[in-house]
């Protein structure tokens, strides 16, 4: 079974960056896409990225478009998430997620697999 254990989180102010990195033991990610998403107190889980690993397609929402990048590395078996230009809007917990059938989706549902998470602060 995948196991996804993500990294990288901590407090950082407005305006900085920090790379979040989701590890994949278990099995490979060859076959999969991975997606991130987070998630704020009270607010719902949002879809941040996905990318899939047999094209390395992306997909981004209009809210973090242009600031977050979503790569491969196929080396560690990871999937990074590089965040710049953050703002406290940015602040959530961080989860990345599996999915072992499709190429990439904002879907929560099409996921199988997440990690515990990890959590981001952004001070104003």
């Known amino acids: 079974q995948v196991q996804l254990v993500e990294s990288g989180g901590g407090l950082v102010q407005a305006g900085g960056f920090l790379r979040l990195s989701c590890a994949a033991s278990?099995?490979?990610?060859?076959?999969?896409?991975v997606g991130w998403f987070r998630q704020a107190p009270g607010k719902e889980r949002e879809f941040v990225a996905a990318?899939?690993?047999?094209?390395?397609?992306?997909y981004y929402p209009d809210s973090v478009k242009g600031r977050f990048t979503i790569s491969l590395d196929n080396a560690k078996n990871a999937v990074s998430l590089q965040m710049n230009s953050l703002t406290p809007d940015d602040a959530a917990t961080y989860y990345c997620?599996?999915?072992?059938w499709g190429s990439g989706s904002s879907e929560i549902e099409s996921y199988e697999i997440w990690g515990q998470g990890t959590q981001v602060t952004v001070s104003s």
């Open positions: 997620a599996a999915d072992l």
């Open positions: 278990g099995r490979t990610f060859k076959s999969y896409a």
């Open positions: 990318i899939s690993w047999s094209d390395s397609r992306t």
